[in-house]
C-alpha cells in the first residue's frame, strides 16, 4: 500500500522560500510520475508541477514556472518541491501525489490521474 507523507510548510512572508518534501512508502518514486498540487479555500485543487525521473521530465504550471523546483531523492524515496519568490496566491495547502503503477510521462496534470495522495501540508504567504 503506497504511503505519502508531506512536510515542510509554514508561513512565510511575500519573497521567501519552503521547500517541501514528501517521503513515500510501498514503492519507489522513481517508478512512476509524482506531483505536487495545491488548493487554496474555495478553489479547485491545481496542478503545480509533476516529475517523471525516466524520462528526466519535468512540467510546470505557468504560474510557479522560474519559481519553483520539483525534483526527487531515489535513495532517500523522496519528492521535494523548492518553492521560491512566494507570493501571497500561493498560499494552499499543498499535496504530494502518486501517479498509477507504470505511469510514464508525460505525467497528468489533472489529481483525476493520480489515485494515491498525501495529507497535505499547509503554506501560507503574508505580504
Known amino acids: 500500500q503506497a504511503q505519502l507523507v508531506e512536510s515542510g510548510g509554514g508561513s512565510v512572508q511575500a519573497g521567501g522560500s519552503l521547500r517541501l518534501s514528501c517521503v513515500v512508502s510501498?514503492?519507489?518514486?522513481?517508478?512512476?510520475?509524482m506531483g505536487w498540487f495545491r488548493q487554496a479555500p474555495g478553489k479547485e485543487r491545481e496542478g503545480v508541477a509533476s516529475?517523471?525521473?525516466?524520462?528526466?521530465?519535468?512540467y510546470y504550471a505557468d504560474s510557479v514556472k522560474g519559481r519553483f523546483t520539483i525534483s526527487q531523492d531515489s535513495a532517500k524515496n523522496t519528492v521535494y518541491l523548492e518553492m521560491n519568490s512566494l507570493k501571497p496566491e500561493d498560499t494552499a495547502m499543498y499535496y504530494c501525489?502518486?501517479?498509477?503503477?507504470?505511469?510514464?510521462?508525460?505525467?497528468?496534470?489533472?489529481?483525476?490521474?493520480?489515485?494515491?495522495w498525501g495529507q497535505g501540508t499547509q503554506v501560507t504567504v503574508s505580504s
Open positions: 516529475i517523471y525521473t525516466g524520462a528526466r521530465s519535468t
Open positions: 501525489a502518486a501517479g498509477p503503477f507504470g505511469s510514464t510521462w508525460p505525467c497528468g496534470s489533472q489529481p483525476y490521474e493520480y489515485p494515491y
Open positions: 510501498g514503492y519507489r518514486v522513481s517508478s512512476r510520475c
